[in-house]
């Protein structure tokens, strides 16, 4: 500051120096006057470069200058460069914070005080039919025509969330979407959506399954009580009394079945994958279907022609009785829908790629093509009262799915009405390798007794 004033006061000195020079006294007046007009006039300029270079704005270079304007300038572009950082470093949050959003799985729509659509992410726009580009600023209700969705935007309730359909659902495959508003800031609103359908259709299995087990239970549980009631209450000859226990031991047995499936079930679709270092003897397992197949056809009185093929020295990698239980749900389901006359053949073979097939061939009624896709679900029957009068409880394919998942395998199923079934399951060449040389039938039954 000493400086510039230093330099006002040289200005005039010089210039009274110079105008003395030409016309004594006064001309030392004109020449103080002419100085400071002059350092005016070059102080002007400066400030004015400064004002230019703020005009053209902070990318421009900085006007070098020495003095109180060199030290304005020079903190003026310590501010603008600041101010610049500070707005590329918010540009940089606010795109993070929108692909943070983007990547949501749920659908975000950011609405005006208007109700017109500022910006929604990608999942909105699947869920609700939005483009991000075109539709923006559109009114939101112009776009979701659901009728839940007009009545929930004009009431201004938005203290819960709506169900909606989705902009894709279709009869056969539905798409159900949640959609919330939430009021922020003036008058603005967050919409948000949720896809729902597989929580809806996981809530409708449930309940289908709960109707399901309580009616399985509750027809054998009414014939129990009913013949309970007769024994009490009615003075039976010997001969009536066994009849009736014996078809109460019958109900009973169903239930115990049912049970036992129901658990089976649970604990394939609670437990960890069968890990790769337990192997059961092929040869075993067909072993062992064979004998319970006999006993079945015998306690059914049907005695089919049985024939099971010979089964080469292999191993099968994983749970030795989710293995028995899914084969022999095949072989006792042959046996019980195919009729006295009729044959069954169950035999391994070898596929191409090293892959290997165990399948149950039987000349029952088959199943018509329209069932065949649904026969793995739950309780699911082409034929309710066959199934029951059969011992069966519905739930013997979905076993058998979940076994066959669970050892990456796959379930095949040909069937022709009137002529007879096939079901195989399809063993991958990683879950198949030759028998050890020297292990016996024993020592594949122990391994296989302590994996059950
Ligand atoms: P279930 O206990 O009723 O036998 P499953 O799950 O084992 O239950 O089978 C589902 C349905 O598939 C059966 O009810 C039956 O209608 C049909 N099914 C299964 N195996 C055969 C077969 N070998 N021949 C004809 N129908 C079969």
């Given amino acids: 500051m000493f400086l510039r004033i230093g330099i006002f006061f040289a200005c005039q000195l010089a210039g009274a120096a110079v105008g003395w020079w030409f016309g004594a006294e006064r001309g030392a007046v004109a020449g103080i006057a002419a100085g400071g007009l002059a350092w005016f006039a070059v102080d002007l300029l400066r400030g004015l470069r400064v004002v230019r270079w703020l005009r053209r704005g902070s990318p421009a270079p900085a006007p070098e200058m020495l003095g109180p304007w060199g030290e304005a300038v020079d903190r003026m572009r310590r501010g603008l460069r600041a101010r610049d950082q500070q707005v590329e470093d918010a540009q940089q949050r606010l795109q993070d914070f929108l692909a943070a959003i983007q990547a949501s799985p749920n659908g975000v729509v950011l609405l005006d005080a208007q109700g017109r ?26 776009l979701v025509r659901d009728p839940a969705f007009t009545v929930y935007y004009a009431g201004n ?27 922020y800031g003036q008058g603005r609103r967050l919409l948000l959506s949720r896809d729902i359908t597989g929580v809806e259709q996981a809530e409708a299995m449930r309940r289908d399954f709960v109707a399901n087990v309580s009616h399985e239970i509750r027809t054998p549980l009414t014939v129990l009580t009913g013949f309970i009631e007769t024994l009490q209450n009615l003075p039976l000859p010997e001969e009536d009394r066994a009849r009736y226990l014996g078809l109460m031991a019958q109900q009973a047995q169903r239930m115990q079945t049912l049970v036992n499936d129901l658990l089976t079930l649970s604990r394939l679709e609670g437990s960890p994958l069968p890990g790769a270092g337990e192997w059961t003897s092929l040869p075993l397992l067909m072993t062992q279907c064979e004998e319970e197949a006999r006993a079945l056809s015998g306690l059914l009185g049907k005695a089919q022609q049985l024939r099971f093929g010979d089964a080469p020295a292999l191993e099968i990698g994983g749970a030795g009785s989710e293995l028995l239980s899914a084969m022999s749900n095949l072989v006792s389901n042959a046996v019980r829908y195919t009729p006295a006359s009729g044959s069954i053949q169950v ?29 793995t679900e739950r309780f699911y029957r082409v034929d309710r009262s066959r199934s029951r009068e059969t011992g069966g409880t519905g739930l013997g394919l979905a ?22 079934s096939t079901f195989a399951i399809q063993f991958p060449t990683s879950r198949l390798r030759t028998a050890k040389a020297g292990a016996t039938h024993a020592q594949h039954a122990t391994e296989s007794a302590a994996a059950r």
């Fill in 157 to 183: 309730d938005f203290s819960h969330e709506i169900t909606i359909q989705g902009r894709d659902s279709t009869p056969s495959r539905p798409m159900r979407i949640s959609v919330h508003l939430h009021p």
């Fill in 347 to 375: 035999q391994w073979r070898s596929l191409e790629g090293g892959r290997g097939e165990f399948s149950v061939r039987d000349s029952g009624p088959g199943v018509a093509p329209e069932h065949i896709s649904r026969l």
């Fill in 117 to 142: 659509i500022e910006w929604s992410n990608q999942t909105a726009s699947q869920h609700l039919g939005i483009d991000p580009q075109r539709d923006m600023l559109q009114l939101i209700g112009n």
């Fill in 399 to 420: 076993i058998v799915k979940h076994v066959v998942q669970r050892h990456g395998a796959e379930l095949k199923i040909d069937s022709t009405p009137g002529v007879g």
